[in-house]
């Protein structure tokens, strides 16, 4: 059986950034945040480079528990918007010319999110990634860690319902 | 609450970096209620296409008020830190509106303040979110 040759590297790399993107840099908070996605293969870490505005004890000083929400929740929500997209590009059900363009996927909406505070989030930058522990047609449940200097020493971590974007191409709807 | 505890926990809160960012101000403290008012602002939106805004910048008027809240408590003595914070959404809100949350320290030991909040828009039947969190009570 003839196998099909693979792309060249650069072609499916300038793909699947464009995806995320799309996905990232089309919503207003997460830019007044700073966030950004390091991208490894599938694997997304985000990352909260440190800044004034961020704080919400100057006496500490320490990261607003909002923040860490924020950052956590936008982690969330794309990790798992990136994770049905992946599939999408992949599968090739989802044009990435169209996402280079400017169309913005659907993006989940969380249901509910819980925040666990381990310990204060210092003044350094901090990275995020998220587990999508369960994702159905309708409903995802996702997980996600935070920390900053040391990968194992969590500063918080959350978990967090959502509800999934429509999807046309299924049969019932 | 004395006048004056109400006074320096409004300015407290008041020059909180990121809450001043967000244009976040305290409207009432005292007796373990506080109540915050948090305006529409096209920077914090989360979703582009509607104009909705961020959860993100809901968490952190919701633990800003319930963290005031807990402070606000005639039984604690100083500062607080978020242990942990649920946030249900009900709804978006409304793009366009300022969102308004009232929280409540509802119970409170030597170590754990326990606090609920609501968040609201313009349409004060439908809340936009509630919240639940467990604050630590620090000592003076």
């Avoid at chain 2, 609501?118 to 979110?129: C, E, Q, R, S, Y």
């Amino acid at each position: 059986m003839a196998r099909k040759r693979p792309e060249p590297v650069q072609v499916v790399k300038q793909r699947r950034d464009a995806a995320l993107n799309a996905l990232v840099h089309g919503v207003p908070y997460i830019q007044f945040l700073g966030i950004d996605f390091e991208r490894r293969g599938d694997e997304l870490t985000a990352t909260l480079p440190f800044d004034n505005k961020l704080i919400g004890n100057p006496i500490l000083p320490a990261i607003h528990g909002g923040v860490t929400a924020g950052f956590l929740e936008t982690t969330a929500v794309i990790g798992l918007a990136w994770s049905v997209l992946w599939d999408d590009i992949e599968t090739g059900r989802v044009d990435s010319e169209e996402l280079a363009v400017g169309y913005l996927p659907r993006l989940p909406k969380t249901i509910d999110f819980t925040v666990d505070y381990l310990r204060s989030g210092l003044p350094r930058d901090a990275y995020a990634r998220a587990r999508v522990n369960r994702s159905g047609r309708r409903y995802a449940s996702v997980h996600v860690e935070a920390w900053q200097d040391q990968r194992a020493v969590l500063f918080a971590q959350a978990t967090g319902h959502f509800l999934m974007p429509r999807r046309d191409d299924g049969a019932d709807g | 609450m004395t006048p004056d505890k109400s006074r320096i926990a409004e300015q407290f809160i008041n020059a909180i970096p990121h809450c001043k960012a967000l244009n976040m101000k305290l409207t009432h403290i005292g007796d373990g209620v506080a109540e915050m008012k948090l305006p529409y602002d096209l920077r914090i939106v989360g979703d582009p296409e509607t104009g909705v805004v961020h959860g993100g910048a809901v968490s952190a008027l919701m633990d800003t008020c319930c963290g005031a809240a807990a402070m606000s408590h005639p039984s604690s003595p100083s500062g607080t830190a978020t242990i942990d914070l649920r946030i249900d959404y009900m709804r978006a809100a409304t793009p366009g509106q300022a969102i308004r949350t009232r929280a409540e320290c509802y119970h409170i030991t030597r170590s754990v303040a326990f606090v609920r909040a609501t968040a609201l828009d313009d349409d004060t039947n439908a809340p936009v979110a509630t919240a639940t969190g467990a604050f630590t009570v620090e000592g003076l």
